[in-house]
């Protein structure tokens, strides 16, 4: 059965979730632009980190049949940007999210929060 965006991003964030990200967030934005149907959020603690992170989604998600399209900002690894098409993966540095704020930017999306200690919290 082929699987729904959201069902690949739900799969993407536990990635991250089981790769240590911190403040991992998943906006729906259907409804709100055209440039994706889902943004999803992440920090990590250093830029090894944020490259172990982008590194373990890509081949899990290659394995499990759902190709990268293009990956921005590896190298410097500040704010890594995976792009699925319909789903954006943005892994930050700590300071790099708080300055660029795009919880704030997308603050009308319904949003899910994904945590190692819980189940996701909020509805999309």
């Known amino acids: 059965m082929m699987k729904s965006a959201l069902d690949w991003a739900e799969r993407i964030a536990q990635v991250i979730v089981d790769k240590k990200g911190e403040n991992i967030l ?6 709100i632009s055209p440039i994706a149907d889902y943004f999803i959020l ?6 090894l980190h944020a490259q172990a992170i982008s590194d373990e989604v890509v081949e899990k998600l290659k394995k499990d ?11 410097q690894a500040q704010w890594i940007l995976l ?3 319909d ?10 999210r708080t300055f660029y704020g795009l919880e704030r930017l997308w603050g009308d999306a319904p949003r899910r929060i994904f945590s190692a200690n ?3 919290q909020g509805k999309l």
Not at 26 to 31: Q, T, V
Not at 42 to 47: D, F, L, R, V, Y
Not at 65 to 75: D, L, Q, R
């Open 118 to 120: 819980s189940t996701p």
């Open 65 to 75: 049949g759902y190709p990268i399209h293009h990956v921005e900002g590896y190298t």
């Open 26 to 31: 998943l906006l729906d934005l259907r409804r």
């Open 83 to 85: 792009d699925y098409l």
């Open 42 to 47: 992440a920090t990590a603690q250093s830029p």
């Open 87 to 96: 789903i954006v993966v943005h892994i930050f540095l700590p300071e790099v």
